[in-house]
């Protein structure tokens, strides 16, 4: 029986086209087609890569790539466990806590207590020295202790109030970070006719959920990181698909064959396509999913 890397070498001569031009239309690299005529399917970056680049250049050739691929679940190949090449991640700086000045703050307040409880009693001991002198006036330094006495009693909640709004402060400056929202961040545009563009998702809720606007008629195939494939077919405005939950994947791949007609979304977060789709309306997605702190 011929080999599937024959049998795609050979209608790709007979079209008379060349690996370049079958890398620029499924922007695959070309080592890898090059590897998949070979049949040297250990050199992809994984089974479940090399089910997904056969079914690619298949589909390029307009061939039965399902029968292609039946074949290839017959080989007894060994999957390799390198991660694709594309799969980049952007680490995201965390913010930094305040806590090291909230741990100290209750010590500050107790230091300025002191303090005041000292100054008082300093206040108190003075006046009553001046009071045991023979010119000294007994009811008016009475009145006057009294009276200086009341004002330190009165000041310390002011110092305490206004140590209490710096603390207060100090609490805000920590918390004074905006509300996190999940959002998309595109790291690579796609070019070609069928672009692949690679973006990231940063979320901070506990599960990721994939789910569509579907406004026309639009082909969808939907595969994780994991080598699950959630959905794989056509998808109408009277299609009635749940949200997909990804929160196991740490990246899904995304072929949207009409995207004028469907709107994709993360968490209730719409993405906005990198390329337009009046432009490009066969486009391909590798979204990296990172959860935020």
């Known amino acids: 029986m011929m080999e599937i890397g024959q049998i795609l070498k050979e209608e790709r001569e007979a079209q008379q086209l060349s690996l370049d031009d079958i ?7 070309k080592r890898y087609l090059q590897s998949i005529e070979d049949n040297d399917f250990s050199s992809l970056p994984g089974r479940f890569y090399a089910r997904a680049f056969i079914k690619e250049y ?8 399902e029968l292609l691929l039946q074949n290839f679940d017959q080989e007894d190949i060994e999957e390799e466990t390198a991660q694709y090449s594309n799969v980049r991640r952007t680490q995201r700086a965390r913010a ?5 000045i909230l741990s100290f703050l209750p010590t500050v307040i107790v230091i300025i207590l002191i303090i005041g409880v000292l100054f008082v009693a300093l206040t108190l001991t003075q006046k009553a020295l001046k009071t045991d002198s ?28 206004e140590e209490d709004d710096g603390s207060g402060d100090t609490e805000d400056d920590g918390n004074d970070e905006p ?11 796609g070019t070609g006719r069928s672009p692949q563009s690679e973006l990231n998702f940063l979320y901070y809720e506990d599960e990721v959920l994939l789910a569509f606007d579907v406004e026309g008629e639009a082909y969808v195939s939907i595969v994780g990181e994991s080598g699950t494939n959630y959905f794989d077919g056509i998808l109408s405005s009277d299609t009635n698909i749940e949200p997909i939950d990804l929160t196991e994947e740490n ?14 979304k993360l968490n209730d977060v719409a993405m906005e ?17 990172d959860k935020g702190s």
């Open 134 to 161: 023979p010119n000294s006036n007994q009811p008016s330094e009475s009145d006057e202790i009294i009276r200086d006495a009341e004002k330190s009693d009165q000041e310390k909640p002011v110092n305490d109030d």
């Open 179 to 189: 509300e996190s929202e999940s959002e998309f961040e595109v790291v690579e545009v």
């Open 273 to 289: 396509y990198p390329v337009d789709p009046a432009s490009s309306v066969h486009q391909k997605f590798l979204i990296n999913l």
């Open 23 to 29: 890398q620029e239309m499924t922007k695959i690299q």
């Open 96 to 100: 930094p806590k305040s806590t090291a």
């Open 251 to 264: 990246n899904v791949y995304l072929n949207v064959g009409n995207t004028t007609g469907i709107t994709i």
């Open 58 to 65: 298949a589909l390029v050739l307009n061939m039965d790539y």
